[in-house]
Every structure is written in C-alpha cells, then in structure tokens.
C-alpha cells in the first residue's frame, strides 16, 4: 500500500521526465519521406468502395441524361437561355456577378497550390 | 491577425479523405514528442529503438486513418498503437531470442543527457507495469484512459499499478531518494 509520502516521492521523481519536451530533429521528416503513396493507402474494401461508388456516379450521369433526351431537355434549355437572355440586361446584379467571376479563378488556383504541395511528399 | 490551427480531428479527417500530407506531417510534428518519450521510457532510454518504433507508430496510423473516429482523441488513439507496435516488436524479439529469454532493451550508446537513473528505476519493472506507470507518471493519462490505450481492464490497471509503486518507492528509499530533495 503507498502512502501519500510514497506519492509524493514518486510525483517529484517523474517530475523531470514529465516536462521533457523531445526535439524534432528532422524526426518527422524521416516519418514523411517513408509514407506510402496514398493509393496504397485503401485496403482492398474501401477499394471496392470506391469502384461501387464511381460505377454509382456513372449510373447517376447516364439516367440523368436518358431523362434529359426523353422530356426533350434541350428545347426547355434552349427556351430558358433565350429567356435569360432577353431578360437579364435589366435584373442581373452586375457586381455580384464579376465578384463570382473573380472568385472561381481564385478558388480554382488554391486547389491547383494544395494538390500541388501534396504531391510534393510523394 | 491570430489563426488558429486546425485541431487533430481536423487533420486527421483530411488524411483519412485526401490522403492530405500535409495535414499528417502537422500532426506528426505535434505528438512526436510524446510518443517517442513514451517509448524511450518502454525501452530504457533506447534512441535509436526508440525512433524506430515511433516511426512504425505514425506508418501505421497513417494507413489506417479511416478507422479513427474521433471517439477519443486523436493522442489516446496514437498512444494505442504505440502500445500495440511495442508488443508486436516485444513479441518478435521473445520468439528470435534462445530459449524464450527476454533480450534487454538497454541502449546500445547512452546518451548524456538521457536521464540514466529514471530509465534504471524503470527497468525494474515489469512491462505491464512499466507501461502503466509511464501513461499515468509521466503522460498524466488517468487509469480509463490506460485502460483504453493498453486494452488492460481497469481492475489489472490498478494491480499493474499498486505493485509497480511499491516497486519503485522501494528502489527511490533505498537509493536515498526520500532524504534529498531534488
């Protein structure tokens, strides 16, 4: 059975060791450079996942345009732009429009930067 | 202007989605101290075994990302498989070794600044003991948390550490440790 004294003389010996901070030392780098590529990160289950799940969106895309052709979509398209068009110079909002405008390069060139420094580790 | 940076289960999520390295080097820079402290502690102060084991630490989470879920945090998940990377090279070490004798983990080269004297209480122990006593000493984790991180119910927590503490407090009196204040 310990005593408080016996806990008090154990909490001051692991003191020390309780605040000792380890440097990096290039540690972590070594630990980066010896990641597997992230293909080889999915075991064969989630790789089943993601085949199911693509074949999903390809379905999705091809019923989408079977319904598209079948309720004659394009005349609707075709009337909703010639309506858009005879009708927007009196009621788009001009700077929202150029600041979506300006916005989609930016958000396109963030993504290109963030791919980019991920394939830096590869 | 002051950023916060993202929090573990942040980092975590993006690696386990994006395979996003970036975000994983974060949080190695962020927890390998305690781990590799964790584990210079399990081996009496062997760096070089130490560092291997660590590295093997971060490996493994990273493949296996998808499966943290945020459950507990992001440290008790990683100090888990620390445990369970240590047991794996405890085991492997015990089947190569003749006659099922348990090779010592002392450095090869001890290091100046590594705190001999600790590492000698430590060796003492046993390795149960020695792990409960370093989450609970040292990383400050309480017993549901050891209990959680070793996969040891509460109960043998608790014996693991009684007879590691009588242990200890044994070697600290009779090395003069209770006279001198340190």
């Known amino acids: ?122 | 202007m002051h950023t916060s940076s993202p929090s573990d289960h942040t980092l975590a999520s993006l690696v386990a989605t994006h395979g996003d390295k970036q975000a994983f080097s974060q949080l190695v820079r962020r927890h390998q101290s305690a781990i590799r402290r964790f584990f210079l502690n399990l081996t009496a102060g062997n760096e070089a075994l130490s560092d291997d084991l660590a590295q093997d630490t971060f490996l493994r989470a990273y493949t296996h990302m998808a499966q943290y879920r945020g459950a507990a945090s992001f440290q008790t998940w990683l100090m888990r498989i620390a445990y369970n990377i240590f047991y794996d090279h405890k085991r492997k070490t015990l089947r190569s070794a003749p006659d099922g004798q348990q090779p010592p983990d002392k450095a090869e080269t001890p290091q100046p600044h590594l705190r001999m004297d600790l590492y000698q209480a430590l060796s003492l122990l046993r390795d149960e003991e020695r792990t409960c006593i370093t989450l609970q000493y040292i990383d400050g984790q309480p017993i549901e948390q050891i209990s959680l991180i070793t996969g040891i119910p509460v109960n043998t927590v608790k014996s693991h550490l009684k007879r590691g503490k009588e242990k200890l407090t044994t070697y600290l009196k009779q090395n003069g440790y209770d006279h001198t204040p340190r």
């Open chain 1, 1 to 122: 059975m310990t005593t408080p004294q016996d806990e008090q003389l154990l909490n001051s010996f692991f003191q020390a060791a309780r605040q000792q901070e380890i440097a990096d030392d290039g540690f972590s780098d070594r630990v980066m450079q010896r990641l597997p590529a992230t293909q080889q990160l999915h075991p064969v289950n989630s790789r089943r996942a993601l085949r199911l799940s693509r074949i999903w969106t390809c379905g999705c895309w091809l019923l989408a345009l079977g319904l598209f052709f079948a309720f004659n979509g394009w005349s609707s398209l075709v009337a909703a732009l010639k309506l858009f068009v005879q009708t927007a110079p009196s009621q788009i909002n001009f700077t929202a429009l150029l600041t979506c405008m300006a916005l989609v390069p930016v958000l396109l060139i963030g993504e290109v930067l963030r791919h980019e420094r991920n394939m830096h580790w590869h």
